[in-house]
């Protein structure tokens, strides 16, 4: 079992900048792959970010590629997204999800776990 706990969330303006964390519990947080989702009212969730269990490897979605960056740090069982150059359509809600193995780590049903989400609002 994963229990994940995010944070950071708020308001900001365009073009500034936060960084959200997700802490998680467990001793086998470092064996699980991350994944940053968002919601938007009215909108589906989406994919924002990834990283692999050993950090090897990041994926981005195209509209969040460049400005924003995940990371983790398994000794403190954290994952973390930092969003740079903030955008008004980067208004959600977003979740942060754990899966032990999948291929597809930009798809939000192959995750097992899932946080309660932060919001975030960026004002124009």
């Known amino acids: 079992q994963v229990q994940l706990v995010e944070s950071g969330g708020g308001l900001v303006q365009a073009g500034g900048s936060l960084r959200l964390s997700c802490a998680a519990s467990g001793r086998t947080f470092s064996s699980y792959n991350m994944g940053w989702f968002r919601q938007a009212p009215g909108k589906e969730r989406e994919f924002v970010a990834s990283i692999t269990w050993s950090a090897t490897s990041t994926v981005y979605a195209d509209s969040v590629k460049g400005r924003f960056a995940i990371s983790r740090d398994n000794a403190k069982k954290t994952v973390y997204l930092q969003m740079h150059s903030l955008k008004p359509e980067d208004t959600a809600v977003y979740y942060c999800?754990?899966?032990?193995?999948?291929?597809?780590?930009?798809?939000?049903?192959?995750?097992?776990?899932w946080g309660q989400g932060t919001q975030v609002t960026v004002s124009s």
């Open positions: 999800a754990a899966v032990l193995y999948s291929r597809r780590l930009n798809v939000a049903d192959e995750y097992d776990y």
